[in-house]
């Protein structure tokens, strides 16, 4: 209806004018700059769009190329923080459910050095606590609260509640829910190959832990399930859900540079 609205509306006010055939173009004649005392010696390019693109354009990339090359190809340069260290294979399949839900379109994982962030959130986040992490996932969007500080917040079972019903862990919220995850099994069986991938990438996941990701991603998941249980959650089966993944994931998050 309003488009039908408006193409009327642009045919009434095209059909109200009347045409005009030729109209003469004008415009001030173009004065060379003359030097005035006084004026800033950058004055000479500013006036040159091209000249000013140019060297603006080299002037830029200089910077960027100082600034960025010594962390490519220089290793010492990378920050690294000792306490940092991969994620363990449940962790990395919950990172991945993570990804696929979408949570990144509502959650950051970057808290800001300012006092309103580290009140709420933490310790502001420091780039050395990213590097295992292929994709990052910063986000650019905070409908919900940052996470990157979320590790140790609340128990697992405030996760998987919350999970299952955001309402019934913070009234009001607008969160989705995300009852599959306790009914869907977790797949593992591209544990290995994640594994490997990242070693490829600088991961340093020791050789042949391949291997033994899978055994490991499963006895973290009955810990977590264990860990359901004693706290109250009745549902049976738990280990083998694709909650268990998410929840060692959340509980993650951040915590290392605590340890
Ligand atoms: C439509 C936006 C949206 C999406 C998508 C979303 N969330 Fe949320 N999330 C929120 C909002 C809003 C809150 C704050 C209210 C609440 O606690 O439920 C929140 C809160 C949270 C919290 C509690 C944070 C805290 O410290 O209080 C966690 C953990 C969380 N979300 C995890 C997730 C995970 C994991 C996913 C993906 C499976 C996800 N969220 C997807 C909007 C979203």
């Known amino acids: 209806m309003g488009t039908c609205i408006g193409v009327y509306n642009l ?3 095209a059909a109200g004018g009347n045409f005009l055939a030729n109209e003469a173009a004008e415009a001030p ?4 700059h003359v030097k005035v005392a006084g004026d800033h010696w950058h004055k000479w390019i500013e006036g040159r769009p091209m000249q000013m693109l140019l060297w ?3 002037a830029i990339s200089i910077g960027g190329i100082v600034q960025i090359m010594p962390m490519v190809f220089m ?3 990378v920050p690294k923080i000792s306490t940092v260290t991969p994620y363990t294979p449940l962790e990395l399949e919950g990172r991945d459910i993570y990804i696929r839900e979408g949570c990144v379109g509502c959650h950051s ?3 800001r ?4 962030e580290t009140e709420r959130y933490g310790e502001y986040s420091k780039s050395g606590e990213y590097i295992f992490d292929r994709p990052f996932l ?3 969007k905070r409908t919900g609260p940052d996470l990157h500080r979320e590790g140790g917040r609340y128990p697992d079972s405030w996760h998987y509640n919350h ?3 955001p309402r019934t862990m913070s009234p009001g919220s607008i969160m989705p829910q995300y009852p599959h995850l306790a009914d869907d099994e977790l797949d593992l069986s591209l544990l290995p190959a994640k594994i490997a991938a990242l070693r490829k990438l600088g991961t340093p996941y020791p050789e042949g832990f391949e291997d033994r990701a899978i055994a490991d991603a499963q006895a973290q998941a009955k810990k977590i399930a264990d860990k359901l249980k004693s706290e109250g959650v009745k549902d049976e089966g738990m280990e083998t859900k694709e909650m268990m993944a998410i929840i060692a994931y959340l509980q993650r998050l951040g915590t290392d540079i605590k340890k």
């Open 56 to 58: 603006s354009a080299i």
């Open 11 to 13: 045919y009434k006010t």
């Open 138 to 140: 910063w986000g650019s």
């Open 29 to 32: 004649a173009r004065e060379p």
């Open 163 to 165: 999970m299952i019903d």
């Open 113 to 116: 050095p300012f006092r309103s």
């Open 75 to 77: 290793e010492s340069q």
């Open 109 to 111: 994982q970057q808290v």
